[in-house]
């Protein structure tokens, strides 16, 4: 923590295919929010990547939509940073349900670009945790450790 008590952070953020068309809206959201754009890339992930990224809800009944969904077209990553970007992200985000973002976040990013409970718009790292696995998945580390023991995507 810095002498204001607040912590730096990095944190995955991706916009999903139903709101890329919007980049230009959301990264100005993310600098509103005080964070940063320290790397981000268009790429399109194919349905086996996405499970992969999406593995911790492997057995929820929503799973195949999901992976069906993100795998869908051209997603935009990023690395945020800033003061608990994590959380800060995912205020930013608001609730996972768009319909349920218009009505307790109307000025969220899922309420303005987002459908409903699946199609909505932008994902954000959960934990400082998962922050790490997903930057690792996107931004592979070059140095320090192999590349083909960690990385699950690379460009094709
Ligand atoms: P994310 O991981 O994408 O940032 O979203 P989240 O933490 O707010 O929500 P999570 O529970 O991790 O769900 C991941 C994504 O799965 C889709 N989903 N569909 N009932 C459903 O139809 C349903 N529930 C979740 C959403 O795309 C959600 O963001
Ligand atoms: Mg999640």
Redesign the pocket.
Known sequence: ANKLGSKKERTLAMIKPDAVTKVGSIIQMVYDAGLIVTKAKMTKLTGKQAADF?ME?QSKS?FN??VQ?VSSGPIIVMELMGDEAVSVWRKV?GP?DSGVARKDAPASLRAQFGTD??R?AG??S?SLASAARELEFFFPSTTGHSRTNTAKYQDS
Request: glycine share 14%.
């Open positions: 999406y809800h929503f939509n999901l969904f985000l996972t409970g699946t909505n994902h954000g959960d």
